[in-house]
């Protein structure tokens, strides 16, 4: 059943928690994502199975949350996601952030330092506003405001608003230093066509952590959806947990 975060002003954020042992798995969607993809729903079950604490969410716009898709920034979204794991969850978090949600992860971690004890990113793509956008994209969400792209996910096409890209210029990440020091796991398949891998090494890089692994998966595209990267995230997760 999808409860609802009530919020003053702001639109009503849906999510599912699920009480258990140990710190609480937090799963950030990627972008036009939702909390009912595959990796989430794998996590989800491999949590109801070993009793664990995890929290999917829907931010503004996207799911089953209130609110327009366009109008939201990722500046937003990290509200969005602070809002959720202060106000669904206690104690520490493990937070396992999917493409976009690997940004929203890594922003999360350095918002609540005191409560985030692990990160898992799987094709996490911090900082895509700037390496994601050449010049011509550039002038036209300059001069339109708005670039609509065919999605190779879904039939509803890829939007990016110009407030989304100046609200990620904001929070980049990637050329300074990351602090964040716990462990961190990077899964990223080596045929991604959307975030190339050398992301993850730059991510990698710039983390403080001394605790940092990245799995380079052969075969794997961005979605990293099949059997095997299911079971490997889940493997990936459950051990960090462990350890």
Known sequence: MTDYL??????????????????TVVFLPGYMSNMQ??????????????????LRLDYAGCGESEG???EQTLASWHADVLDLIDNVTTGPL??????????????????RPERVVGLV????????TEWGFDETMRETLAEDGLIVEESAY???PSITTLGLWESGQDLLLLDGEI???GPVRLIHGLDDADVPPSIAFRLGRALRSVDVQTILVKGGDHRLSRPQDLNLLVRTVAHLIET
């Open 6 to 23: 009530i919020r003053d002003g702001k639109a009503s954020l849906a999510y599912h928690y699920r009480p258990g042992a140990g710190p």
């Open 37 to 54: 993809g595959g990796k989430a729903l794998a996590l989800d079950a491999w949590a109801e199975a070993g009793k664990r604490a995890i």
């Open 68 to 70: 327009v898709f366009a």
């Open 94 to 111: 493990v937070l396992v952030g999917s493409s976009m949600g690997g940004w929203q992860m890594l922003l999360a971690a350095l918002a």
């Open 121 to 128: 990113g799987i094709a996490a793509a911090p900082d895509f």
């Open 154 to 156: 879904s039939e509803t």
């Open 179 to 181: 602090g964040f020091d």
